[in-house]
């Protein structure tokens, strides 16, 4: 089982931009699916963005043209690159692993768009 851990949150003006990485460990990296997650305060976890390889990623509708999902197997990283912030986008923000039945998340990390 693959361990993960999230950073790269913070504050952000309307607009601004944040690198959000999330580094793996423990197991063969390159195999999993990997994705971002977000929960905002009393709304259901949901998918942001997911990535196979750089020909295979989807995105959720609110975050297309905006975010860019990208992953370095030689580091065990994943990476989400976030522009044009909007307050929406305001959510914690989780790290997923995914082969087959097995998954493994982490534990999150908060980015607030604020003025």
């Known amino acids: 089982q693959v361990q993960l851990v999230e950073s790269g949150g913070g504050l952000v003006q309307p607009g601004g931009s944040l690198r959000l990485s999330c580094v793996a460990s423990g197991s063969i990296f390159s195999i999993y699916a990997m994705g971002w997650y977000r929960q905002a305060p009393g709304k259901q976890r949901e998918l942001v963005a997911g990535?196979?390889?750089?020909?295979?990623?989807n995105y959720a509708d609110s975050v297309k043209g905006r975010f860019t999902i990208s992953r370095d197997n030689a580091n065990n990283t994943v990476y989400l690159q976030m522009n044009s912030l909007k307050p929406e986008d305001t959510a914690v923000y989780h790290c997923?692993?995914?082969?087959?039945?097995?998954?493994?998340w982490g534990q999150g990390t908060q980015v607030t768009v604020s003025s």
């Open positions: 990535i196979i390889s750089s020909r295979s990623t």
């Open positions: 997923n692993a995914r082969l087959g039945p097995h998954e493994s």
